[in-house]
C-alpha cells in the first residue's frame, strides 16, 4: 500500500488536534448516562437513547472524519481497519482491535482494551441491563450509513460487567449502490 | 497520451461518426452511451453560458475531467461538435480538434460531393487519415 | 482569482453559496436548477466512462472564461468552486472548505444537516480561505 497506514495517519491526526480533559470528557458521559436513567425509569429505553444519540452524533462525525483523513476503502477489511486504528485512536484516543471476522466476511468485532469513557465507572446490580457504551455503537452505525453502509453494531462483551475487555460486533447489511447503472457489462 | 474514443455531433444530436480506440462496445450500448453523451455536452454548454462571468458564444467549455478520463470539445459556429477523450493528464486538445476539422474533416468529408449532411459519414478515407493521425499523438497505440 | 463558492448536498440542493469580485449573482431559481443539474451532470459523465476505468464523475471543467471545481465527499457532498481559468490548486482548496464546514457547520449542535448554512464563523472562515490565496 503506497498510502500511510491508517495507524499512522490515526496517530498523526491525534498528535494534532486539541485535547480536551479525560476527566472532564468522563464526567460529563457519565452525568449523560444517569440523567437518562432519571428521567426515563427503564434500562432499555436508555440503552436505545443513547444508540440514537450516537447515530446522530455518527451522521455529523464521519464529515469530520473525511475532511482530515485520506481514507479510500475498498473492502469491508479496510473499513474495519480504518474504524479500528484510525477512528478511535482519532476520537477517543484508543486503539482497538479486529477480530473475530465471519466467513463472509462481513461481520466482526472491534476490541477494547482501553476505554478513556468507563475509566471510573462501577455498575451495581440494578444496572447490569444497562450498556453503558451503547453511544459507540450508535457513532459507528451513523457514521457507515453516511458512506452508504447499512450496519447494525451491538455491545457484545463488557468490560464493566466483568468480561476481559469490552467487544463491540458490528454487522454489515448492505453496501448500498447510489450509482446510475442502466444495462451495463 | 492515451486516446479512447471520438466523436461528432451535428447540432440536433446526430452522431456522425464515432470511433472506438480502445475497447469495443456492443451496438446497443453504443448508440445508449451517444445519447447520453450528446445530452452530457448540451447540457454542460447551457450550464457554462449561465454561468460564465463574461458572455461567451460558441464552445462555452473546452474540456471537462474525472479522476478516471478527460473529455475535449470543440464546437464550430456551423454547430459541429467534436469531442475526444483521452486520459487525464493530456494537455489541451483544442488545437488538435482544429486541425481535425480544418485539415481532414474539411477535405475528405465536405468537399466530398456524395456526403450528405446530417447524415453519419462513411468516408474510409476520413477514418484512415484520421487513425493515422492520432496514431501520431497516441504512441502507445501501435503497440 | 475566485468566483464563486457553493455548496451542494447529497440530494442536490444548494445548501451555501457566497460570492466574490463582484461576479453577478445568480437567482435562486437558476442556483436550484444548476445544483439539480450538477448532480446528474456528476452521474452521467461517470457513465460514459471508456470500458475498463473507474467510473468517476466530472471534477473539473475547463472554460474560456472559467474554471467550475467539484470536490465530492464520499458521504456526497459536494463542493464547488468557481475560479479564472488558470486557477491552480482549487482542490487542496476545497479540501479546506470541507475541513471548515466539518468543523463550524457540523459540530455546531443547532445546525439541521441538509439545511441552509446560516453560520457566521463559517462565512468567516470560507472568506478567509478564497480572498487570502487570491492574488
Known amino acids: 500500500m503506497a498510502r500511510k497506514s491508517s495507524q499512522v495517519q490515526g496517530e498523526q491526526i491525534w498528535n494534532q488536534s486539541e485535547k480536551v480533559n479525560a476527566e472532564l470528557f468522563a464526567f460529563t458521559y457519565g452525568s449523560l448516562v444517569v440523567k437518562l436513567i432519571r428521567e426515563l425509569e427503564n434500562i432499555s429505553e436508555v440503552n436505545r437513547q443513547l444508540e440514537t444519540m450516537g447515530y446522530n452524533i455518527g451522521l455529523r462525525l464521519i464529515d469530520d472524519f473525511l475532511s482530515k483523513n485520506d481514507v479510500t476503502c475498498e473492502t469491508t477489511k479496510d473499513t474495519a481497519e480504518v474504524i479500528a486504528k484510525t477512528g478511535f485512536r482519532m476520537y477517543l ?7 473475530n471476522w465471519n466467513a463472509d466476511e462481513n461481520e466482526f468485532s472491534l476490541i477494547l482494551a482501553d ?20 453511544l459507540l455503537c450508535g457513532v459507528i452505525r451513523g457514521a457507515l450509513e453516511m458512506v452508504r453502509i447499512k450496519s447494525v453494531c451491538t455491545l457484545e462483551r463488557d468490560s464493566l460487567k466483568g468480561d476481559e475487555f469490552t467487544e463491540l460486533r458490528v454487522v454489515i447489511k448492505e453496501k448500498v449502490q447510489d450509482e446510475y447503472e442502466p444495462d451495463d457489462d | 497520451m492515451i486516446i479512447y474514443d471520438f466523436y461528432i455531433f451535428n447540432n440536433i444530436g446526430n452522431c456522425l461518426f464515432y470511433i472506438e480506440l480502445r475497447g469495443q462496445r456492443s451496438e446497443n450500448k453504443r448508440e445508449n452511451k451517444q445519447k447520453l453523451m450528446f445530452g452530457l455536452i448540451y447540457t454542460l454548454k447551457s450550464f457554462c453560458r449561465k454561468f460564465s462571468p463574461e458572455p461567451i458564444s460558441v464552445s462555452p467549455f473546452t474540456s471537462y475531467v ?22 487525464t493528464n493530456a494537455p489541451d486538445q483544442t488545437s488538435c480538434l482544429s486541425y481535425i476539422y480544418s485539415n481532414l474533416f474539411s477535405p475528405f468529408v465536405l468537399r466530398n460531393p456524395f456526403y450528405e449532411p446530417k447524415k453519419p459519414i462513411s468516408s474510409a478515407v476520413f477514418r484512415q487519415k484520421l487513425l493515422e493521425h492520432f496514431d501520431t499523438l497516441d504512441s502507445s497505440r501501435k503497440a | 482569482m475566485h468566483y464563486h463558492f457553493f455548496i451542494v448536498n447529497k440530494i442536490g440542493l444548494i445548501i451555501y453559496d457566497r460570492y466574490y469580485q463582484g461576479t453577478a449573482k445568480l437567482s435562486a431559481n437558476d442556483m436550484i436548477r444548476f445544483s439539480s443539474t450538477l448532480n446528474s451532470v456528476h452521474l452521467i459523465s461517470a457513465q460514459i466512462t471508456p470500458p475498463n476505468l473507474r467510473k468517476t464523475g466530472l471534477k473539473v471543467l475547463n472554460t474560456k472564461t472559467f474554471k467550475l471545481f467539484c470536490y465530492q465527499t464520499t458521504t456526497g457532498v459536494m463542493f464547488c468552486l468557481v475560479s479564472d481559468p488558470n486557477s491552480q490548486d482549487m482542490e487542496s482548496l476545497c479540501k479546506k472548505a470541507y475541513q471548515h464546514y466539518s468543523d463550524y457547520v457540523l459540530k455546531n449542535p443547532f445546525y439541521e444537516t441538509d439545511q441552509q448554512i446560516r453560520i457566521e464563523g463559517f462565512d468567516q472562515a470560507i472568506d478567509r480561505l478564497f480572498l487570502e490565496k487570491a492574488v
Open chain 2, 66 to 87: 474525472t479522476d478516471s478520463y478527460k473529455l475535449h470539445i470543440l464546437e464550430t459556429h456551423s454547430g459541429l461538435n467534436f469531442i475526444m477523450i483521452t486520459d
Open chain 1, 115 to 134: 476505554n478513556p469513557l468507563t475509566e471510573f465507572v462501577e455498575l451495581n446490580e440494578d444496572y447490569r441491563d444497562l450498556k453503558y457504551l451503547n
Open chain 1, 93 to 99: 484516543g484508543v486503539t482497538c482491535d479486529v477480530t
